[in-house]
């Protein structure tokens, strides 16, 4: 079996406390409406003064052009906080754009995870009530939806807004290309220790429209993105924030 990027990384568990600490979740979007509404769903359970008061959202609509996010998140009870942005410009796989703009607005620690991820109440919870290390960068334990066990997630992660500004943001050079998240890992492992949270995120792969099916994986295309990645050169800065975007007001007035 092939090694996970993860193996040589630790697991922890963070202490935990009675003093909250206030959580994001950065949400790239594309065209995933139907799983947009279950996460929606799920969000609206979590404990109103014990959670909500200390979560919030950002979603990131990648440019979709048949099933903008705007529709399925005016539904958004007022003691939810959740904002949309919208990239103006339909563009392959950038979620590298989508992520960037979510940690320009994000507040305190930020979850970076993909829409086919769920982050359930008890994983919240630790997070907002954990003892995380300021200095560290975190992943994600990880289950399947049926309760079968999985690799960490090699692109979900859990940091302070100040460390992913740190690492420079995820380089939009690379943007229109897939499989550009070793880059990104590359210089997560030069800026801070790693560790593996023993919290765990459970995939949903594929269940309805939560994965992205519109753009095909690994074409030829994709090859260029050994040559466009600079990451590894002395005085390297990634190119972040390039992309047009706006803010979109949602949900139901208080």
Known sequence: ???????????????????????????????????????????????????????????VDDGSPASPAEAVLQDIPHTLDVKLFRIEQDVRWNWLAARNIGAKHAEGWCVFTDMDHVITQPCLESLVYGQHDARMIYGFSRIESTGEAKAPHPNSWFMTRSMFWNVGGYDETLSGHYGTDGSWRRRLARTAPMAILSDRLVRH?????????????????????????????????PKVLSFPYHEVTVGVPA
């Open 1 to 59: 079996m092939k090694p996970a990027w993860s193996d040589h990384l630790p697991v922890v568990t963070a202490p935990q406390s009675s003093t909250p600490k206030h959580v994001t979740l950065v949400l790239p979007y594309y065209e995933n409406p139907k799983f947009l509404r279950q996460q929606l769903a799920w969000w609206k359970t979590y404990p109103v003064q014990s959670l909500q008061d200390f979560f919030s959202v950002i979603v």
């Open 205 to 237: 792969e594929y269940v309805t429209d939560s994965s992205t099916t519109t753009y095909k994986r690994k074409q030829p295309i994709d090859a260029a993105v050994k040559r466009l990645d600079r990451s590894g050169e002395k005085g390297f800065t």
